[in-house]
């Protein structure tokens, strides 16, 4: 980790009202952003430091305003210098719903329906000031599969038959997100804060938003990259959610699309971080979206892009997970 603090930070934190309290650096993410509890006496704020040019904080706090104004709990903006990087924010604490789930699993169902109501809640706003979730979007990333993962296995693929298949695919999703809801984009376990009671919950990570299909968040929750979520526990929040919205067969397509073409994605970026980045530790988490990626396949839906699996990607390494990396 980290431990040096950035140039300009306690200048930040005095004009912020916040000179001469404790800085103490915490672990990283997978971006650039780096993060910091600011301590003293009489209470603690978090810093966030994304400098330019590799990050901009005007997202975070574009998308966190909105989501305040919107009755959506996102952490108070304090302070901030966005052309510095620097954004002071209010403390959530530390009781993530994964750790919470770790150590209170009798409790997985309850904290996984209130999450859905937060999605449930967000679907019913009109559309943030955010860009469109658009095919071309959809197909940039998804390339990262073919871009990362298959040359760093030593394959050779079409990559035009891939981008083919996927606009058959995605084409059917297209129709059915307009005029669209906010979509948070990496709405999981590690990014929902438990503030004070299993139904308050506090948002981060959501620099990203766009405007795109309901159930895109649905999917970064229930086929998490970094937990296990068991088939069982997934059937039974899909319905809790059916329950809820009314939306019946052709969401549960759109959700197996879009949770293909999400788990293809993480397997590019996770590849990604380890060969451009240095961050090798992502490899760990490869076969879990693996095996949630060859379930979206599974479905009717995703036919052509199975198709393009069966085609290209060796039976050997689909039945190992995307098989293991040697950092």
């Known amino acids: 980790m980290d431990l040096t603090i950035p140039t300009g930070a306690e200048a930040f934190l005095t004009q912020a009202g916040w000179g001469g309290a404790a800085i103490e650096p915490l672990p990283g993410d997978a971006s650039f952003r780096r993060y910091f509890r600011i301590r003293r006496s009489n209470g603690n704020a978090m810093l ?13 706090l574009r998308a ?8 959506l709990r996102a952490p108070h903006i304090l302070a901030e210098d966005a052309d510095s990087g620097f954004v ?3 403390d959530f604490g530390d009781v993530r719903m994964r750790e919470y789930l770790d150590a209170w699993p009798q409790d997985e169902d309850e904290v996984y329906r209130n999450a859905i109501d937060a999605l449930v809640q967000l679907r019913k706003l009109p559309p943030g000031p955010f860009t469109g979730y658009t095919l071309s979007e959809y197909q940039r990333e998804a ?18 038959s891939w981008a083919n298949a996927w606009e058959e695919v995605l084409s059917q999703v297209l129709p059915r997100q307009r005029p669209g809801v906010t979509v948070l984009r990496d709405y999981h376990a590690e990014n929902v804060m438990l503030l004070g009671g299993l139904n308050k919950q506090g948002l981060l990570d959501f620099q990203d938003a766009l405007v795109g299909h309901p159930a895109y968040d649905l999917v970064s929750l229930l086929q998490d990259a970094r937990r296990d979520v068991s088939p069982e526990l997934e059937a039974r929040m899909l319905d809790y959610y059916l329950q809820q919205t009314g939306e019946g067969d052709e969401f549960l397509a759109d959700y197996a699309r879009i949770g293909a073409q999400r788990n293809a994605k993480i397997v590019g970026i996770f590849v990604r971080l380890w060969k451009r980045d240095g961050k090798p530790r992502y490899l760990d988490y490869i076969p879990r979206v693996w095996a949630l990626m060859e379930r979206d396949l599974a479905h009717p839906a995703l036919a052509p892009v199975a198709a393009w699996f069966d085609a290209h990607i060796p039976a050997e390494l689909r039945a190992a997970g995307g098989g293991r990396f040697e950092p």
Not at 48 to 60: S, T
Not at 64 to 71: E, F, Q, R, S
């Open 64 to 71: 966190a305003k909105w989501l305040d104004a919107n009755g």
């Open 88 to 90: 002071l924010l209010e």
């Open 143 to 160: 390339k990262l599969f073919v871009d990362w993962y298959v040359p760093a296995r030593g394959l050779y693929v079409d990559g035009r």
């Open 48 to 60: 966030m430091h994304a400098p330019p040019p590799r990050e901009d904080p005007q997202p975070f």
